[in-house]
């Protein structure tokens, strides 16, 4: 079946644009995280999701990160007054479960704050 | 919280030997392990997974070895391939919290 998507997969945007990201987890999954990557490192976490509920986004960086998911599917990570260091690759994922299950993940969104 | 430290963070190997990376961690509570692997440009995909109930798990040429008391768990590829260079990361969560934490990054180049 279809994997995770997202969109879109190149974002440039000039410094203090908003940005809004989208994530299309696998049909069913009712885990969604985001993730972030800066150029070679490891993800970090930001936000999870089970169905439309918002439990974690302890690894949100600032008030300007913003997620939802609102009808329990699709996700969007809004970026306001975007900055510089805010370039990385938008990482998520999905899992099946309520517990410790695969995280599986979508190709990511390549951000570059100008 | 969990911390997660991998090594070595480059590795290069001739085709056919093996390769090893090493990752530890500080939350003993910690009891899931995946392994990811991430060619350039791509999204990271599972290779091999662990559970703290399991001290080894093997997958065709690949493998994962746990040791809980010393909090360390390893990746082991034999016969190592082309094919097989990528970005490798270790990852460690603990169930009910889902956050997957990850190491940094081990870049396994395999000669031919």
């Known amino acids: 079946g279809a994997g995770v998507s997202q969109s879109p997969r190149y974002k440039v945007a000039k410094r203090g644009q908003d940005v809004a990201l989208r994530c299309d987890p696998i049909s069913g999954h009712v885990s969604l995280f985001w993730y972030q990557q800066a150029l070679g490192q490891g993800p970090e976490f930001l936000t999870y999701f089970q169905n439309e509920a918002q439990l974690d986004k302890s690894g949100l960086p600032s008030d300007r990160f913003f997620a939802e998911r609102p009808e329990g599917s699709v996700s969007t990570l809004k970026i306001q007054r975007t900055q510089q260091e805010d370039s990385a690759v938008y990482l998520c994922?999905?899992?099946?479960?309520?517990?410790?299950?695969?995280?599986?993940f979508g190709p990511g969104t390549r951000l570059t704050v100008l | 919280g969990e911390n997660v430290e991998q090594h070595p963070s480059t590795l290069s190997v001739q085709e056919g030997d093996s390769a090893v990376i090493k990752c530890t961690y500080s939350d003993s509570a910690s009891n899931y392990f995946p392994w990811y692997k991430q060619e350039l440009g791509k999204r990271p995909q599972l290779i091999i997974d662990i559970r703290s109930n399991v001290g080894e798990k093997k997958d065709q040429r690949i493998a994962v070895t746990l040791n809980k008391t010393a909090k360390h768990f390893s990746l082991h590829i034999t016969e190592t391939q082309p094919e097989d260079s990528a970005v490798y990361f270790c990852?460690?969560?603990?169930?009910?919290?889902?956050?997957?934490?990850f190491g940094t990054g081990t870049r396994l180049l395999v000669s031919p």
């Open positions: 990852a460690a969560t603990l169930t009910g919290f889902q956050k997957l934490v």
């Open positions: 994922a999905s899992s099946s479960g309520t517990f410790t299950d695969t995280q599986y």
